[in-house]
């Protein structure tokens, strides 16, 4: 309980940076030499010291091949054992969204009652990074291993945490290149038993790209904020960048799920047709495009069509933008839908978790360009098991 109040006592003063400082002082209480944070950083490549934490304390380790790696990939504490004991690591979970790991090291392996209150203390200090990040930027200089670009700055302080978990419903996406992106985005909202879905991809890159993103993210928003259908928050965002950005668009993906009953209902907006995965198996691909991109509805009389879909437990939809099947290996070969199912389906009977498959696939989109994305790149990932 010591240790718990010490945490506790960052929860009204205090900034990310203070947090080493009060793990050095409450390892003892937890039967521990040293405790540090470990977090992800944007790329999700590698786990790194949190601001203000001692040098001799924790290091900055690769997320591939670690100890400390599977721990954050599996969500799940690790133990590896040396001459003196062994280190701990513990993930820190915001919600679902996994911020990095709590590394300790002790002398022996904790009992089962101690690693269930080593949780408790693990959640509190996530809960104490996710609150404190926003009163400095520890946080931010922990985790970013390139400088920024000012239209990736103003992308990621749009968004919405990367994972969403509730009621058994599961939904992750990530981006790409995590320094540079302007045109890419997405957005959610849980409302009672509806969760509302945005993919979007902007024509263009940079500030411009990035200028037009935010008012296709907020406007969103609005129209979801105001009530209104599927169909109006279409024309309502359309109009705006119509009004706005003259000439301009923006291809997206525009979905509602009823986490109860699995209906799924969405707008496919000049966007990529989304994946339907099912008992192990790409299921025939739903119709899209249904409207044209915002921004050039006026071009058309007629509504946008509404597509829907009843779910079955355990169904997963792949949303993607169209770096994601437009990247190209050395040979000029496209990533294509077919190998990206392929690398879905392998993930899904592999029972990895959502964020990670999220993580593996960009790393291996990436891996395909040679290492460099031509374009922005981005995924979600929707699961349904009630």
């Known amino acids: 309980m010591e240790a718990v109040r010490l945490l506790l006592g960052l929860r009204h003063r205090g900034r990310a940076e203070d947090l080493p400082a009060v793990l050095a002082r409450a390892a003892p209480l937890l039967d521990a030499q040293t405790a540090g944070v ?8 590698e786990l790194c010291p949190l601001q203000g934490t001692p040098s001799d304390t924790v290091e900055a380790l690769p997320v591939e091949g670690t100890t400390a790696g599977l721990a954050f990939t599996t969500a799940r504490e690790t133990w590896l054992p040396d001459g003196d004991g062994g280190r701990l690591w513990q993930p820190l979970l915001h919600g679902a969204e996994r911020l990095g790991v709590l590394e300790m090291r002790r002398s022996d392996y904790p009992s089962e009652a101690d690693r269930r209150d080593l949780e408790v203390i693990a959640a509190l200090v996530a809960e104490l990074i996710a609150s404190r990040r926003f009163y400095g930027d520890a946080v931010e200089h922990t985790r970013r291993r390139l400088p920024m670009q000012v239209a990736a700055e103003i992308i990621w302080n749009q968004l919405p945490p990367l994972t969403l978990a509730v009621d058994g419903t599961v939904l992750t996406a990530v981006l790409e290149p995590c320094y540079d992106v302007g045109g890419d985005a997405f957005d959610y909202a849980a409302n009672g038993d509806l969760l509302h879905v945005g993919l979007f991809d902007t024509v263009g890159h940079g500030i411009a790209a990035s200028a037009l993103t935010t008012l296709t993210l907020n406007t969103y928003r609005n129209a979801r904020r ?7 928050t279409y024309r309502s965002i359309d109009k ?6 003259p000439g301009s668009f923006v291809t997206a993906m525009l979905a509602e799920l009823d986490t109860v ?30 409207a044209l991109p915002l921004g050039l509805g006026n071009m058309l009389s007629r509504q946008p069509a509404v597509i829907e879909l009843a779910l ?9 933008t169209d770096g994601i099947i437009e990247a190209r290996d050395v040979t000029g070969v496209l990533f294509g839908p077919d190998r990206l199912a392929a690398f879905m389906l392998d993930l899904l009977r592999r029972r990895t978790p959502a964020p990670e498959a999220m993580r593996r696939l ?8 040679s290492g460099e994305l031509r374009d922005d790149a981005t995924a979600a990932m929707l699961q349904w098991r009630h």
Not at 38 to 45: K, N, R, S, T, V
Not at 226 to 232: A, F, V
Not at 240 to 245: E, L, P, S, T, V
């Open 261 to 290: 009953t699995g209906a799924y209902r969405r707008i496919s907006a000049g966007h990529p047709v989304e994946l339907l995965l099912r008992d192990g198996r790409s299921m025939p691909a739903l119709p899209a495009p249904t």
């Open 38 to 45: 470990l977090l992800i950083d944007y790329g999700q490549m």
């Open 240 to 245: 705006w960048i119509r009004a706005q950005y």
């Open 312 to 320: 079955r437990p355990g169904d997963t939809i792949v949303f993607y």
């Open 226 to 232: 105001s009530g209104l259908s599927l169909t109006d």
């Open 362 to 369: 960009i790393h291996n989109v990436i891996a395909y360009e």
